[in-house]
């Protein structure tokens, strides 16, 4: 059966990405507006009956805006959250739709096993998610101050993963966000710098060489761009010995547009 992935969205205006096989879909986050997660879906030849959960990786509006219209347009969707996670969205999910994980415990929807894993950011208690389907896993890691070893342990294994590249961070410190922003972004809380970036992945590829393909995501519409991500990325895997070839793909999820269709 045929593992599909694609980005409908990512970056700090709105994130949706989708997760799907012959049978059932995923939807992670659902932070950009109704109409573009339709459009996605409809590109993707992705009926909204095949929609069957919603995972929510943390509370800020870029995650969880459309989930209303989803929750409204699909009864029989799911939508999971943990409960540190659901006791702060304020957008109108109803009871019947919600449901609960614990963070770093696997449920399963359709052929799909599903992993929570603990993430920094300053939210409730945010989460990243390892999405397993036979021998395929698709992980998605952003939002998170820093990379910690239990993170690592468990994307390091991923045949796809999008990771969070926000910032230049010499971009975020020259520019015009006001002194407590770039803090907080520079925090172990915030969001990760396309350095650290670099050197999680040199990690990854070094702990467990084998093919995979990576999606640089979140990234700032300020501070940032696909350009200066990808090469600051390169530069910083090169520094360890580390070139892009056919084990090693390297790509970048645009805020404002689909990424191609990835298949297993």
């Not at 926000?166 to 922003?181: A, C, I, Q, S, T």
């Amino acid at each position: 059966m045929t593992v599909r992935f694609c980005s409908f969205a990512s970056g700090s205006s709105g994130n949706c990405y989708m997760v799907r096989d012959d049978e059932t879909a995923i939807l992670i986050d659902a932070g950009i507006s109704g109409k573009r997660i339709f459009e996605g879906l409809r590109a993707t030849d992705t009926l909204m009956e095949m929609v069957q959960a919603v995972l929510v990786t943390h509370e800020h509006s870029d995650h969880v805006q459309s989930l209303p219209i989803l929750c409204k347009k699909n009864p029989g969707l799911s939508v999971f959250a943990n409960q540190a996670t659901w006791n702060r969205v304020e957008r109108p999910v109803p009871e019947e739709q919600r449901r609960a994980f614990v963070t770093g415990e696997d449920f399963h929807i359709g052929n799909f096993t599903v992993r929570p894993f603990a993430i920094s950011h300053d939210a409730a208690e945010p989460v990243g998610f390892s999405v397993y389907h036979g021998s395929v896993q698709i992980s998605i890691c952003t939002d998170s101050g820093y990379i910690r070893d239990e993170i690592i342990d468990e994307i390091e294994t991923a045949d796809l993963l999008l990771l969070e590249a926000n910032h230049e961070k010499e971009m975020l410190l020259f520019g015009k966000y006001p002194y407590m922003l770039k803090k907080r972004i520079l925090g172990d809380e915030g969001h990760l710098s396309n350095l650290s970036c670099g050197e999680c992945l040199a990690r990854i590829v070094r702990r467990v060489p084998k093919q995979r393909k990576v999606l640089l995501g979140h990234l700032s519409h300020e501070n940032n761009t696909p350009e200066v991500a990808i090469q600051a990325v390169v530069n910083t895997l090169e520094e360890e010995s580390i070139f892009l070839d056919e084990n090693l793909q390297l790509r970048v999820a645009l805020r404002d547009r689909m990424s191609e269709i990835f298949e297993f």
